[in-house]
């Protein structure tokens, strides 16, 4: 027993260290550091059902645009098939003269008309493909947004 060593400390320091140690493990502070993370979970949820119906609303939006370039060249073929017909009926030697100058302005006016259709059909195409830049973006942005949620949830930073 020459071996053993004992040192006499008091006591009230340790007592102290108890105390403020359970009071740190009975702390409210890890029921509010797992309410914070409930909120991010419900944010990152609430983020990315917003996301999913943006990207709804656009696919649905790309569906009906397009859908309109193939309804502007049946309109368009329609009003040449019309336009032929004019002009056949413009040319016969039966029709007078007066049936020929009254027909013109018609034929003038439908040919401003198809000129419209195209131009309408080219804006069309340009809708369409600004559309389909934008699908891009937002999916870029989902994608960061989805990255950057996940760090803040795993690192408990929310000042991102």
């Known amino acids: 027993m020459d071996d053993e060593e004992y040192e006499v400390i008091p006591t009230s320091p340790i007592r102290r260290l108890e105390k403020r140690l359970s009071k740190i493990e009975s ?3 890890s029921s509010e550091v797992n309410r914070l993370i409930e909120q ?6 609430s983020n990315q059902r917003v996301i999913d119906d943006v990207i709804k609303a656009d696919a649905e939006l790309r569906d009906e645009v397009s859908k309109v370039p193939n309804k502007i060249d049946a309109l368009i073929s ?13 040319t016969e030697d039966t029709v007078s003269e007066v049936s020929k100058e009254a027909m013109g302005p018609l034929v003038k006016k439908m040919e401003e008309m198809i000129d419209a259709t195209k131009k309408s059909s080219e804006i ?6 600004s559309l389909e830049t934008i699908d891009k973006r937002l999916k870029r942005l989902y994608l960061q947004s989805a990255g950057s949620g996940l760090y803040r949830a795993r690192t408990g930073n929310t000042n991102l």
């Open 27 to 29: 702390s409210s502070s």
């Open 40 to 45: 991010i979970v419900e944010l990152i949820k």
């Open 78 to 90: 329609k009003m040449d098939e019309f336009l032929e017909m004019l002009r056949a009926s413009a």
């Open 124 to 129: 069309s195409q340009a809708s369409l493909a």
